[in-house]
């Protein structure tokens, strides 16, 4: 019932900037890590950036210096802020959520949004 969805997906010049947004909902007792995985055709997914609840960050390589994550607990929202993009940023975007459902739950799971498109033009 937790539901994931990701939004801010566009078309932008080499060099402009995007800002994606994550909100997680439905039933959430707590929510630990989100972040940012992205996936271009014939390619594996990659991680973008990973967030703990505590703002503990970890970026891929490839993006690191040029994008920001950042999240709202309150808002159970997470963020992607995108400079310099690139066209080697061109992919589908999607959010992760680890989280537990209940207060019972004895362990976390992984949600995923449906993704949201990012293309990068020269």
């Known amino acids: 019932q937790v539901q994931v969805v990701e939004s801010g997906g566009a078309l932008v010049q080499a060099g402009g900037s995007l800002r994606l947004s994550c909100v997680a909902s439905?039933?959430?007792?707590?929510?630990?890590?989100m972040g940012w995985y992205r996936q271009a055709p014939g390619k594996q997914r990659e991680l973008v950036a990973v967030?703990?609840?505590?703002?503990?960050?970890n970026y891929g390589d490839s993006v690191k210096a040029r994008f920001t994550i950042s999240r709202d607990n309150a808002k159970n929202t997470v963020y992607l802020q995108m400079n310099s993009l690139k066209p080697e940023d061109t992919a589908v975007y999607y959010c992760n959520v680890e989280a537990a459902p209940v207060r019972s739950s004895m362990f976390m799971y992984d949600y995923w949004g449906q993704g949201t498109q990012v293309t990068v033009s020269s």
């Open positions: 967030i703990t609840r505590g703002g503990s960050t």
């Open positions: 439905g039933s959430i007792f707590n929510i630990n890590r």
